[in-house]
């Protein structure tokens, strides 16, 4: 394993949750094995570790970025980390604001619903 994979998977439980990672490690197959070396590494390993910017501001740009490019599959499980990265309901708001403006309204009104939905679910959790 290198420094990048342990680093990797380190952060990746911090901003994620153990039993996202655990889910996920248990559905890793042969298949699939290049691609989240891959994300560990260089996502987790490398992006997300740096400490230039926070991962409140990391946690935001990420959100926003995938609201943009319609990846809407991934938003939420980084909705769900916010948990962990300090980014605030008004935060992510203002995300998918700058969303609606430079990306379009389409898009940002989509993953807000999204947002919506599961804070719903994060808030009736235990």
Known sequence: M?????????????VLGD???????AAKTAFDLPFQQMITET?????W???????????????????ATGNFDEIPMHIRATANT??????VMQALLHVAV????????HAIKLAKQTYAEMEAQP
């Open 2 to 14: 290198t420094d990048r994979t342990t680093t990797g998977m380190r952060v990746r439980r911090e």
């Open 19 to 25: 039993a996202h990672v655990d889910r996920a490690e």
């Open 43 to 47: 996502a987790w390993g490398n992006l």
């Open 49 to 67: 570790a740096d400490d230039s910017i926070s991962r409140r501001e990391r946690s935001m740009l990420t959100l926003a970025l995938l609201a």
């Open 86 to 91: 300090g980014a605030s309901k008004d935060d």
């Open 102 to 109: 430079y990306a379009g309204v389409p898009k940002a009104n």
